[in-house]
């Protein structure tokens, strides 16, 4: 079966410091890989996307992410937390076929401390 | 990207009744998702809805239950019957472009919170 699997329920960094959140993947094929973000009462806003191309993808806020298809992973980072980037952190991934649905992980809690 | 919107942003429901929620996009679209966001948990599909078609329901949803419509490019319809308390959920309608820009990507729109007494 397809799944997206998000390790950790919460992520907890301090202000200013590199954040990493980690996805893994089990897809056939050559996937779409995506983050997206969900801030309290407010729907998903994409944040990045990998098709092809370069393994390291860059988003909206500063965030990346690095694509390794040997390790079927695709993890969320960026360089310096910032308060406001405490939200909830979804990796999904979307079979090579246009027109199919998202398949998400169970969602990281990022939280950044001041 | 697309402009989504949904209504109505939340409800609050008696057991036994049932909510349609509307969700409109300002362009055109070929394929629209709706999905559930169960309180703490991750999105799920209930159904993959075409314009002219029947909607497609994944395991575990059923017509009877989730009825969608799709008139047209720009809007569909998801109805919640027969509500009890375990249908209270965000619901989520999803757009992707391909038809028009041929966009990968699906955009989201802001959900429906709906809680059922």
């Known amino acids: 079966a397809q799944s997206v699997a998000q390790p950790e329920d919460q992520v907890n960094v301090a202000e200013g410091n590199p954040l990493t959140v980690k996805c893994t993947y089990s897809?056939?094929?050559?996937?779409?890989l995506f983050w997206y973000v969900q801030y309290p009462n407010r729907g998903l806003q994409f944040l990045l996307k990998?098709?092809?191309?370069?393994?390291l993808v860059k988003g909206s806020y500063g965030f990346e992410a690095e694509f390794n298809k040997s390790q079927t992973s695709f993890h969320l980072k960026k360089p310096s937390a910032l308060v406001s980037d405490s939200a909830l952190y979804f990796c999904a991934v979307r079979p090579n076929q246009a027109g199919t649905a998202l398949i998400f992980g169970k969602g990281t809690t990022l939280s950044v401390s001041s | 990207s697309a402009v989504i919107s949904q209504k109505p942003s939340r409800d609050i429901c008696q057991r036994g009744t049932s909510l349609t929620i509307q969700c409109q996009v300002d362009s055109q679209v070929t394929m629209m998702f709706w999905y559930r966001q169960q309180p703490g948990q991750s999105l799920t599909l209930i159904a993959t809805?075409?314009?002219?078609?029947?909607?497609?329901?994944e395991s575990g949803f059923v017509i009877d239950k989730f009825p969608i419509s799709r008139p047209n490019l720009t809007f569909s319809t998801l109805t919640v019957s027969n509500m009890s308390p375990e249908d209270s959920s965000i619901y989520l309608c999803s757009v992707d472009g391909v038809a028009i820009s041929s966009t990968d990507t699906q955009y989201f729109g802001p959900g429906t919170r709906l809680t059922v007494l």
């Open positions: 897809v056939s094929g050559n996937p779409y």
């Open positions: 809805a075409n314009q002219g078609s029947e909607a497609t329901y």
């Open positions: 990998y098709i092809t191309g370069d393994n």
